[in-house]
C-alpha cells in the first residue's frame, strides 16, 4: 500500500469512529419498532452508501456504551433460529442527545464544507 492509501484509511478509521454513534441513535430514532445489532447493521450498509458497512461488530460496544448512558433501551428476546437477539430502542433522553448532535454536526459540516471552498460565501 502506498502513503496516500494508508493516510486514506487511517482519516476513514477517524471519521468513523466520531460518527458511528451519531448514526446508531439515527437509525433507531427512525425505526418504528426495536432493532437488534444485524438489523441495525444492514440498515446502515442500505443508507449509508456503502461508507459504514462492514463494521458491524464495531458496533455492539458502541451499542453498550449509548445503553449505559441512557441513550438506549435494550430487551433481550428468544429467536427461533438462534441465540436470543437484543433490541435496542432509542430513549426520550437519546431523542434530545440525537437533536443536538444532529444540530452540532450540521454546524461542523457547513464550517469544513466553508473552509473546503477557499471561504466563498
Same mark, same amino acid.
Given at each position: *500500500? $502506498?502513503?496516500?492509501? $494508508?493516510?486514506l484509511k487511517k482519516f476513514q478509521k477517524e471519521l468513523s469512529?466520531?460518527? @458511528?454513534?451519531? @448514526?446508531?441513535?439515527? =437509525? &433507531?430514532?427512525?425505526? %418504528?419498532?426495536? *432493532?437488534?445489532?444485524?438489523?441495525? +447493521?444492514? %440498515?446502515?450498509?442500505? @443508507?449509508?452508501? /456503502?461508507v459504514l458497512a462492514g463494521k458491524q461488530s464495531a458496533l455492539?460496544? =458502541? &451499542?453498550?456504551?449509548?445503553?449505559?448512558? /441512557?441513550?438506549?433501551?435494550?430487551? @433481550?428476546?428468544?429467536? =427461533?433460529? /438462534?441465540?436470543?437477539?437484543?433490541?435496542?430502542?432509542?430513549?426520550?433522553?437519546?431523542?434530545?442527545?440525537? %437533536?443536538? !448532535?444532529? +444540530?452540532? !454536526?450540521?454546524?461542523?459540516? $457547513?464550517?469544513v464544507d466553508h473552509v473546503l471552498q477557499g471561504g466563498v460565501?
Amino acid at each position: *500500500m $502506498d502513503e496516500t492509501t $494508508d493516510q486514506l484509511k487511517k482519516f476513514q478509521k477517524e471519521l468513523s469512529s466520531g460518527t @458511528v454513534s451519531l @448514526v446508531l441513535l439515527a =437509525v &433507531l430514532a427512525q425505526s %418504528r419498532q426495536p *432493532m437488534y445489532g444485524y438489523q441495525i +447493521a444492514k %440498515r446502515l450498509e442500505e @443508507v449509508g452508501e /456503502g461508507v459504514l458497512a462492514g463494521k458491524q461488530s464495531a458496533l455492539y460496544p =458502541v &451499542l453498550r456504551n449509548l445503553e449505559a448512558a /441512557g441513550l438506549l433501551g435494550s430487551e @433481550v428476546e428468544p429467536s =427461533v433460529s /438462534g441465540p436470543p437477539r437484543r433490541y435496542y430502542r432509542i430513549t426520550k433522553p437519546g431523542r434530545e442527545v440525537l %437533536r443536538a !448532535w444532529v +444540530a452540532a !454536526w450540521n454546524a461542523t459540516r $457547513d464550517s469544513v464544507d466553508h473552509v473546503l471552498q477557499g471561504g466563498v460565501s
